[in-house]
């Protein structure tokens, strides 16, 4: 079953009506996992954030369609809340809010637009343990603010904890390997993985081969000046790791 399907997609810049995105064509369907590589500036993490709705881009072509619905014409909020989630490459830290209390609100108000009654804080604790089990992380953190004081590869992990606890049918990570060392890489991805079920996709976004050692795509795509130029298999990116992107570019 299809779950993402973008055809023709051309985005620019708002404020200077700079052309970044031309002609994206993707489909992935349920419980696949894609990997967008590209050299820095060909238009990945533009891509990813026109998914989600990010305000600096307007979208000037092509439509995109989630669970069969039209997702350019939902706000930011109903995406997320239609199954969308996006990892930040540098996730913020909320000072005064738990983790606890913020998963849970992130939680019910999912639940809310889903017409679910909302879960108790005890009921939360059960639905979450074990999900704290499957991305590895300890209790302990839930006391702790959002972020706060968390070292690069806490901090990616906690977002592996936001999606499962968001539950969302496809999950955009951009560059979850950039910065974290190869003990945190693994620790990262392994919480990944533990998440992943026949039912989730996974569109992860890397400059390195590195990652997709560790969580393994089905398809691996190529990004150039705005568009997805190659698409192949986890032998793609093994290419690129030897030759280079000019081995694989198409310009
Ligand atoms: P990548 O993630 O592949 O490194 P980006 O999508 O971040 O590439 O950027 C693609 C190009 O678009 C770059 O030239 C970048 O400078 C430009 N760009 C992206 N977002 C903005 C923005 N908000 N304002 C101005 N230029 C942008
Ligand atoms: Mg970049
Ligand atoms: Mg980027």
Do not use: W
Not at 112 to 141: D, H, Q, Y
Not at 214 to 223: A, D, F, Q, T
Not at 235 to 240: F, P
């Amino acid at each position: 079953r299809i779950l993402l399907e973008v055809r023709d997609l051309s985005a620019i810049v708002a404020e200077s009506r700079q052309e970044i995105l031309r002609g994206v064509n993707l489909i992935i369907n349920e419980g696949e996992v894609h990997a967008i590589m590209g050299k820095n500036g060909s238009g990945k993490s533009t891509f990813a954030k026109v998914l989600v709705g990010h305000p600096d881009y307007e979208v000037t072509g092509g439509t995109v369609s989630f669970k069969g619905e039209d997702l350019l014409n939902m706000e930011p909020e109903m995406r997320s809340h239609a199954g969308v989630f996006m990892s930040f490459q540098s996730p913020v830290e909320i000072p005064g809010v738990s983790n606890m209390d913020f998963l849970l609100m992130a939680c019910n108000a999912r639940r809310e637009k889903r017409g679910e009654p909302a879960l108790s804080p005890i009921e939360f604790f059960g639905f979450l343990s074990p999900k704290l089990v499957a991305v590895n992380m300890n209790p302990k953190f839930l006391d702790r603010n959002v972020n706060e004081g968390f070292s690069g590869g806490e901090k990616k992990r906690n977002e592996i904890l936001q999606l499962a606890v968001l539950e969302a049918e496809l999950a955009i990570l951009d560059e979850i390997d950039s910065g974290l060392d190869v003990d945190a890489l693994q620790d990262v991805a392994k919480a990944v993985n533990g998440l992943l079920t026949p039912h989730k996709s996974l569109l992860m976004i890397t400059h390195y081969q590195r990652l997709l050692d560790y969580i393994k795509p089905s398809y691996v795509h190529i990004m150039e000046a705005g568009a997805i130029v190659r698409t192949g298999s986890f032998s793609l990116a093994k290419q690129l790791e030897k030759e280079g992107y000019r081995s694989v570019s198409v310009a």
